[in-house]
Nanobody
């Protein structure tokens, strides 16, 4: 059973930066895709950024150039560096993992989810 534990959320003013972390426990080595999804109040969940086991990354258009996903395999930890934050980035951010390749994860919903960490961006 994969367990994902996020940290690093908080409140920041527009234009600021935050770094989210996700510690993975369990059978994370079998996960081909890890990444971040988010859900804003009153909106559907949406993909933010993913990274495949070969290191290739994919980003939502809304965060390209501002967010960077990375992972430290030695520490079983996933990161999301967020810069130039906007009020519309306000959401609960979830670390996700799946044994499928990321292109299938974007088409559906990831198999494993963390509890989430809140990010609030004020104008």
């Amino acid at each position: 059973q994969v367990q994902l534990v996020e940290s690093g959320g908080g409140s920041v003013q527009a234009g600021g930066s935050l770094r989210l972390s996700c510690a993975a426990f369990g059978y994370s080595f079998s996960m081909n895709c890890m990444g971040w999804f988010r859900r804003a109040p009153g909106k559907e969940r949406e993909g933010v950024a993913t990274i495949d086991s070969d290191g290739s990354t994919t980003y939502a258009d809304s965060v390209k150039g501002r967010f960077t996903v990375s992972q430290d395999n030695a520490k079983n930890t996933l990161y999301l560096q967020m810069s130039s934050l906007k009020p519309e980035d306000t959401a609960m951010y979830y670390c996700v993992a799946d044994s499928r390749l990321c292109r299938w994860v974007w088409a559906g919903l990831p198999a494993y989810w963390g509890q989430g960490t809140q990010v609030t961006v004020s104008s």
